[in-house]
């Protein structure tokens, strides 16, 4: 069999990027390792209405599974803040049917999907998959972490994320809770899905997650347990290269998932519709400056945000508990109104540089990161 474009992996990227071939009159193949679309969900599945707009995609009743209103955020010393999430308008995603939906795009507009079929090997103009060898021009990496695992082990954190069933759940609001010394350099979370149902997740440098993940819930009080979830996370930003040769790498592969949180629907989302387009033109014209124009045009859209990002992310990985506590005595009234007001869910580096410019935390910043903590407040 020949293709135009093989694509690796059948998540967020590489179905929206596949459907943007597809429309082009390009043939594209999406092959997914896993047997089925949409699983296991890794995913908290957290994005802003906007940004769904933005990817093309009108979510079904079935894909919305709850809309948030605020965030509770936690010190290590129990102190909290409680952000207004409505203006924001963020939902949280059954990323088993988000996916499924753009898959149909993708099929509706020509693509053609295979589940349980693996990528094993890139020649120049084939690959070589568990189900035989195919010819094509470029081939797409979309296979997630695991592709960036053997080459940068220093950006990978270990997580946890169970299916949590418990009546200490709040249906419209998250939680985020922060401990160096349990969860160094990353944070707890609860993610509503429902009444009394809730995504609940550690990750951190160096821990076992899934203990620590029990102890949190044992804490929290009474829980049932209905799905368990273990995955890697990349934190380290984009990689250097979106494209290699004929090979173009897209989503979380390409690093393109928040540094902050590691979230990453939209922007390893537009990543693959940047790349669908980019590889269309490709085709089109035979130019290898259209190829490229991709890395381009995501950096233009998420570069400084990502940069930002990883500032911050600096910022928390030097942070001890006392460092913490302090700052959230600081946060006042007026900084979580305009926080409400102006920041957004996907570009979120504004309402963080607020947080850290509050009265009586600055001068603590300054002394971790001097001059760099400047960049992110600019």
Known sequence: MEYDVVIAGGSVSGLLCAREIASHGHSVLVIEEDPEIGTPEHCGGLVSISGIDELGVMPTRGTLDNKIESAMIISPAGRSFLLDARVQKVVVLD?????KQIAYQAQNNGAEIHVKSSLKEVKEDEVKTSEGTLKCKIVVDARGVSSLVQKDR???????QY????DWIEKERIEVYFDQEKYPGFFAWIIPTGKD?????????????AVILENFLTQKGKHSIVRKVFAPIWIKGPI????????????????Q???TTAGGIYSCGLGGIFAGKAISKFLESGKFHDL???????????GKEFENMLLARKLLERFDNKTIDKLFESVTPQILEEIAKEGTFDFHTVSIAKLLGVKGSVKAVQAILGSEFRRLLT
Do not use: C, M
């Open 197 to 209: 149902i809730a995504k609940v997740g550690v990750a951190g440098k160096g821990i076992n997650a």
């Open 240 to 255: 250097e290269n979106f494209v290699s040769k004929n090979i173009v790498t897209i989503g979380d592969a390409a690093g």
């Open 95 to 99: 990323r088993r049917d988000f996916d």
């Open 163 to 166: 299916e949590v069933y418990a």
């Open 257 to 259: 998932s928040k540094p």
């Open 154 to 160: 220093e950006g990978i954190l270990q997580s946890a």
């Open 292 to 302: 490229l124009e991709y890395q381009k045009v995501w950096h233009e859209k998420f």
